[in-house]
């Protein structure tokens, strides 16, 4: 229980990877609120972990609107008191800022049926790099006070795109590279007031979000799935279990009390192969 009288928040805590988050900072001994947009999704994973007996609580929070953190904040200092760990999950890509092909293609390009990067709309590219950029930014804003002087803990969701972009997704990569740069501006800002900032890269995991990506509509690996596993080293996707052994390394102010400012992949070696 190394987390004991710890207050840990988790935004995005309604999602597959988040939500294992928050039960494994449970478990350990933090209470743990959970923020997500969809407060059904939140409230639901909230109500496992207290079934297990031990202390989780769901708020519906916008990580766009400040207002609605702050809000959320001032219940939960109301409450709960001072956030020591806060995990900025929330993100994710949409359709709406996924294009169709990976090449240029000449004859395509000027067509209205199909996305392209030419007719990319800018709302939709920039809804996709604020959820990841700006829902880390607002968040860290809100609740880095708390921790000022208290050993406080912040860790951000980077990705596999931020040392590589993939294709058909220029929104999601350019966002997460920019979440690994604010991770490490945020690390030296914070250095001097005792919070340790850090960021876990995972690869490539099945999520609600790109599970339509991953597999059609008959649940078959589609060609963008079999190209992931080509250049994955061990040959599969990870479970959200394997993110949390990283995560508790993170925010443990013991093992890792002189670790900050870095972004940790977990990827099955991913980021190491070269193709070749």
């Not at 219940?75 to 949409?94: D, R, T």
């Amino acid at each position: 229980m190394i987390l004991k009288n710890k207050l840990a928040v988790v935004t995005g805590a309604g999602g597959v990877l988040c939500s294992a988050f928050a039960k494994c900072l449970a478990e350990n001994g933090a209470t743990v609120i959970l923020l997500d947009i969809n407060l059904e999704s939140a409230e639901k994973v909230a109500s496992e972990i207290r079934a297990e007996g031990f202390n989780a609580y769901a708020f519906k929070c916008d990580v766009l609107d400040k207002a609605s953190i702050e809000a959320v904040h001032a219940e939960i200092s109301e409450k709960y008191g001072k956030c020591n760990i806060l995990i900025n999950g929330a993100g994710g890509n949409s359709p709406r800022a996924t294009i169709a092909h990976e090449y240029y293609e000449e004859n395509d390009e000027n067509r209205d049926d199909i996305k392209t990067f030419f007719n990319l709309d800018k709302n939709d590219f920039g809804f996709v790099f604020d959820l990841n950029l700006v829902g880390t930014l607002l968040p860290t804003q809100v609740f880095s006070p708390d921790m000022v002087d208290r050993d406080g803990v912040i860790i951000n969701i980077s990705s596999m795109n931020a040392f590589r972009p993939l294709t058909k997704i220029p929104a999601y990569s350019a966002a997460k590279s920019g979440v690994s740069n604010l991770t490490q501006w945020l690390a030296v800002h914070f250095a001097n007031a005792k919070i340790r900032v850090n960021a876990i890269a995972p690869g490539f995991f099945v999520t609600k979000q790109n599970e339509k990506l991953l597999f059609d509509e008959n649940g078959n690996p589609t060609p963008r799935t079999e190209k992931i596993l080509r250049a994955t080293p061990m040959g599969r996707f990870g479970e959200a279990d394997e993110l949390l052994g990283t995560l508790m390394y993170l925010v443990d102010n013991e093992k890792s009390s002189f670790v900050t400012g870095i972004v940790i992949p977990v990827d099955g070696g991913f980021s190491a192969y070269s193709g070749v």
